[in-house]
């Protein structure tokens, strides 16, 4: 595993370009069905959490561009944060912040949305209730996080583990749906 995670912060080149290959071509369809899963308005404050090479963040972008919306790209590798920068280059509504959420400076109750698409599972499982907590934390009181997470046994965790992460934060389950490939779940803060 933590190869794996040395591979998220620290991805070469090759991976980087498969990655980016990957997600512009047979990936656009599920990060569009995320995204639209949100049901942006256009103004709201928006985290991609694991934003990796920002293309699920261009979409996101797009629609906030000219609503008044934000949109804040976070990810632990500063590799990722390179290439979406230059993805992003010329919007004017995106934010990049480099680092741990456990531990960067991200205010209290500051996001409309929070979105992670199929990141949570590659989180060090001991690492996992803190980045949730964190997450939970930067959730403005009627905000909403997004969370894909991969239905495959072989490369995913157990929905169990993923609902009693967020419910011990202080998180009630609004929404589950499951593909044949993803579970998608929508979160808010219990009121």
């Known amino acids: ?26 990936g656009r369809r599920g990060y569009r069905r995320f995204v639209d899963s949100m049901a942006l308005r256009g103004n709201e ?13 261009e979409m996101i972008a797009q629609r906030l561009n000219g609503q008044g919306g934000r949109l804040t790209c976070v990810d632990i590798s500063e590799k990722w944060i390179a290439v979406a920068k230059r993805r992003l280059t010329g919007y004017k509504n995106v934010d990049f912040v480099l680092g741990d959420i456990r531990t960067i400076a991200i205010p209290e109750s ?15 499982p001991q690492m996992r209730p803190g980045v949730v907590s964190a997450l939970a ?22 929905i169990q ?23 998608y779940f929508e979160f808010k803060k219990k009121h």
Request: cysteine-free.
């Open 45 to 57: 404050k928006v985290m991609d959490f694991g934003s990796g090479p920002g293309v699920m963040a």
């Open 110 to 124: 500051s996001f409309d949305i929070i979105g992670m698409h199929l990141v949570l599972h590659d989180v060090e």
């Open 137 to 158: 934390n930067a959730l403005k009181q009627d905000g909403r996080i997004i969370v894909a997470e991969p239905a495959r046994t072989s490369h995913s965790m157990p």
């Open 1 to 26: 595993m933590l190869e794996n995670l040395m591979s998220i912060v620290n991805p070469g080149r090759f991976e980087i370009a498969m990655f980016v290959a990957f997600a512009r071509t047979i």
């Open 161 to 183: 583990e993923i609902r009693r992460l967020f419910e011990e934060n202080g998180m009630v389950e609004v929404r589950t749906k499951r593909t044949w490939i993803t579970y």
